[in-house]
T-cell receptor, first 115, second 115 residues
């Protein structure tokens, strides 16, 4: 079974600064996908960024980037130039490559961006 | 529709009553998932529907929980004889198929409170 661990229940950052959220996972699979989701108070989960395990290059999406270390089973999210609208719960998620596989989520990190 | 729609948005029910939660996925999406998010925790997989295949019910916590998907579209999650520990946000997600690299599109969830 897969497990996903987020060791930081809460984090805060000043507006315009950079913050990194940690995520580790455990799996025996070789091919899989990793995701970061954002959940604002509206409750809707919003996909922030994804990474295919077979790709060595780290994914980037504007101010969001990941540091994917496959051997270490680590998948951290870096948010640059933090904005007030980034305040939300962030979830790291794992999914096997197999069709129909479920997402396995970490416990989440509550990020607060302070003005 | 444009997004995944869930109703009701909030539901308060008395212990022992039955409740039905509805999910209307994005039109044409063949895969549909239900997750449960308890207070301060990550998302817990409940059930998965893919096209006309038999659903994956392995995440349902007890036989009080059941779900169906009619005509490959709308899904209903039913909780019988609700208990206080059933209080949570129930999230529905859909994808174009089970192999989507883009994760899933989530609805805004139903917050269930059992009193």
């Amino acid at each position: 079974a897969q497990t996903v661990t987020q060791s930081q229940p809460e984090m805060s950052v000043q507006e315009a600064e950079t913050v990194t959220l940690s995520c580790t996972y455990d799996t025996s699979e070789n091919n899989y996908y990793l995701f970061w989701y954002k959940q604002p108070p509206s409750r809707q989960m919003i996909l922030v960024i994804r990474q295919e395990a077979y790709k060595q290059q780290n994914a980037t999406e504007n101010r969001f980037s990941v540091n994917f270390q496959k051997a270490a089973k680590s998948f951290s999210l870096k948010i640059s130039d933090s904005q007030l609208g980034d305040t939300a719960m962030y979830f790291c998620a794992f999914r096997k490559e197999t069709s129909g596989s479920r997402l396995t989520f970490g416990e989440g990190t509550q990020l607060t961006v302070n003005p | 529709g444009a997004g995944v729609s869930q109703s009701p948005s909030n539901k308060v029910t008395e212990k022992g009553k039955d409740v039905e939660l509805r999910c209307d996925p994005i039109s044409g999406h063949t895969a549909l998932y239900w997750y449960r998010q308890s207070l301060g925790q990550g998302l817990e997989f409940l059930i998965y529907f893919q096209g006309n295949s038999a659903p994956d019910k392995s995440g349902l916590p007890s036989d009080r929980f059941s779900a169906e998907r009619t005509g490959g579209s709308v899904s209903t999650l039913t909780i019988q004889r609700t208990q206080q520990e059933d209080s949570a946000v129930y999230l529905c997600a859909s994808s174009s198929d089970g192999t989507s690299l883009y994760g899933y599109t989530f609805g805004s969830g139903t917050r269930l409170t059992v009193v």
